[in-house]
Every structure is written in C-alpha cells, then in structure tokens.
Antibody, heavy 118, light 107 residues
Framework: QMQLQESGPGLVKSSETLSLTCTVS??????????WGWIRQSPEKSLEWIAN???????YYSPSLESRITISVDTSSNRFSLTLTSVTAADTAVYYC??????????WGKGTTVTVSS | EILLTQSPDSQSVTPGEKVTITCRAS??????LHWYQQKPGQSPKLLIK???QSMSGVPSRFSGSGSGTDFTLTINSLDTEDAAVYFC?????????FGPGTKVDIK
C-alpha cells in the first residue's frame, strides 16, 4: 500500500528558507501514471495547492508562490522535495505531499506542521 | 484562477438525515471537480472524482453530481462517522483550487 511521509523542520525563522521532503513507499515515484504534489493548509483551514512534479522533472507551480518555490524529484531515493524561500508568518501551515493521478490527489501524507517565527 | 465557493459553510445534522453540499465554480470546469473529506487531525481523503465517480471503499451513501459550474455532494442517511469538513477541488486548469470547505457536525 502506497504511503507518503513528509519530513522537515517544524519551525522556521521569518525570511529564511523552508525545505521539506516527501518519501514515497509502497510504489515507485517513476510510475508514469502519476504526478507528485504539495498542498498546504493554513490555520484558517483552507487548502492551497502549491506545485506538482512528474518523475521526469516536469513541474507546475502556483502562480502566487512561483517566485519563491522550487520542487524537485529524486527517483533514486523515491523522494520529492519542496523549497520555499523568504518565508513569512503567512507560510505557517500544515504541509501535505500527495500522489496526483493527473487531476486529483488520491493518496496523501499525514502532513507536517510548519510554523514561521519572527 | 478558477474560484470555488461552497454552501453551506457548516451544517449540524441528525444521524440518518440527508446532507447536501453545493460547490460552485467561477467558470465552467466540465466534470473536473473532486470531493474530499477531512476528519479532525487527519489528512484529506478523496471521496469522489470527476464530479460523480466514487472512489473504491467509499460508502454508497456518498454521491456526487453536476457539471459545468454547479456541483453537489450528497450524503444519504448521515452516519456519526461522517462528521468532517468536506472540500471540493477543481482541476480544469492550473492553478488547482479548492473550495473553502463545509463543516458537517452531528446533532
């Protein structure tokens, strides 16, 4: 059974860079049928799509975050990662990684809470 | 960007009653609308894809309908385990967007 697990620092200082990794188990990240994505959920509880990546490295970014984010994939370790620069309090959220079956997210990680401190 | 609105914001329902949640898109999205259930402390779970296709293992009391700009998630005969927030999500175009969610409580 496929599982995704987010990892990264729970606390990041304002203006610094956030780096998160998602480890995929129970299946290959190189499966041609899927993309891999990041979604976050703010304390106000709304969901925000961040980015998707294909195993080839093809990416889709949210326009509102595109200038600050980079998503990458490492097929040798079955992981993909998110980097978010110049974080502010507005980036405080639960960050989820997910498997994207082209149009919908059918497998989600448990999420990792990131707090941006001043 | 395609905006999604949901109604109601929240609903308190007696077990056994029917629940109807509406999601409206700011422009036509065909059937590229998906529904998720999120229980407290858990990650979202995909219930319905492409407006009306139920995911494997989802109880038959959950159903979806609609196309274009107006969509509905129906829970027939609410069970206590259905207490959750329900989100719609569109994939007609990037960026993917989500509705604000509808909270369903049990009376």
């Amino acid at each position: 059974q496929m599982q995704l697990q987010e990892s990264g620092p729970g606390l990041v200082k304002s203006s610094e860079t956030l780096s998160l990794t998602c480890t995929v188990s129970g299946g290959s990240i190189s499966n041609k049928n899927y993309y891999w994505g990041w979604i976050r959920q703010s304390p106000e509880k709304s969901l925000e799509w961040i980015a998707n990546i294909y195993y080839t490295g093809s990416t889709y970014y949210s326009p509102s975050l595109e200038s600050r984010i980079t998503i990458s994939v490492d097929t040798s370790s079955n992981r993909f990662s998110l980097t978010l620069t110049s974080v502010t309090a507005a980036d405080t959220a639960v960050y989820y990684c997910a498997r994207v079956a082209r149009d919908y997210m059918d497998v989600w990680g448990k999420g990792t809470t990131v707090t941006v401190s001043s | 960007e395609i905006l999604l609105t949901q109604s109601p914001d929240s609903q308190s329902v007696t077990p056994g009653e029917k629940v109807t949640i509406t999601c409206r898109a700011s422009q036509s999205i065909g059937s590229n609308l998906h529904w998720y259930q999120q229980k407290p402390g858990q990650s979202p779970k995909l219930l319905i894809k492409y407006a009306s296709q139920s995911m494997s293992g989802v109880p038959s009391r959950f159903s979806g309908s609609g196309s274009g700009t107006d969509f509905t998630l129906t829970i027939n005969s609410l069970d206590t385990e259905d207490a959750a927030v329900y989100f719609c999500h569109q994939s007609r175009g990037f960026p993917f967007t989500f509705g604000p969610g509808t909270k369903v409580d049990i009376k």
